[in-house]
């Protein structure tokens, strides 16, 4: 049965949001949405679904990210100053963290470990 044009915006707008919690394969959002939404729908259907899906979120128009950003960096500073009143310091170290994480200056670190063999250590030693 051919859906609404209402009911496919519905579909549409569901599996753009499936996509934005991370649900990716194709495969388990057609298991998603047949188990759980009871969505009687083909592959080819999900997949022109999906294809809407994604020119929806590339659509959307960010205009007031900037605002957003500076509520968030805001409502975070808000939040420092009030645990720093109540000393609570983790709660303050973990908004700073989330302050940073906003800007982007967190640099996520990667340890690298390696086997030297005794000969090489031998050659730096002497």
Known sequence: MKSSEFEKEKRVYRIAELLLDGMTRTRDIFRYVSENEKWDVTTRTLENY?????????SQDYKDLDLQLKKSLQQLDNLIYKNLKI????????CIKAKADLLGLVVEKKEVTAKVSEEI????IK
């Open 50 to 58: 999906l294809a809407e899906a994604k020119e929806f979120i590339r």
């Open 87 to 94: 000393q609570d310091y983790r709660e303050v170290r973990n």
């Open 121 to 124: 250590i031998g050659m730096i």
